[in-house]
Nanobody
Framework: QVQLVESGGGLVQTGGSLRLSCAASGRTYNNYAMGWFRQAPGKDREFVAAISWSGGSKRYADSVKGRFTISRDNARNTMYLQMISLRPEDTAVYYC?????????????????WGQGTQVTVSS
């Protein structure tokens, strides 16, 4: 199994930027797609972005398209989420996840390993 640790969250003003990182350890020699999900207070967890093992395929939630960019560096076993033009509605705990498969997926049930989450707060 893959262990995941997120970092990079924090408090920013509307319009600000943050870059989240997700460091993987453990069985990293298995090819796996990865993704970011988020959960705001009182709301269900929602998909944010996903990337295939190779990095060649990416998917984004409509709410973040054009503002968020997902990427990965397999040599460093690290995935990133660059977030710009942040809005108060982006406030949530952000979780990274590793899938059971190499191809990109947006289905949370395809992800078997999850990090503990990092808080992102966007003030208005």
């Amino acid at each position: 199994q893959v262990q995941l640790v997120e970092s990079g969250g924090g408090l920013v003003q509307t319009g600000g930027s943050l870059r989240l990182s997700c460091a993987a350890s453990g069985r990293t020699y298995n090819n796996y797609a990865m993704g970011w999900f988020r959960q705001a207070p009182g709301k269900d967890r929602e998909f944010v972005a996903a990337i295939s093992w190779s990095g060649g395929s990416k998917r984004y939630a409509d709410s973040v398209k054009g503002r968020f960019t997902i990427s990965r560096d397999n040599a460093r076993n690290t995935m990133y989420l660059q977030m710009i033009s942040l809005r108060p509605e982006d406030t949530a705990v952000y979780y990274c996840a590793a899938a059971w498969r190499a191809g990109v997926t947006t289905d949370a049930t395809d992800f078997g390993s999850w990090g503990q989450g990092t808080q992102v707060t966007v003030s208005s």
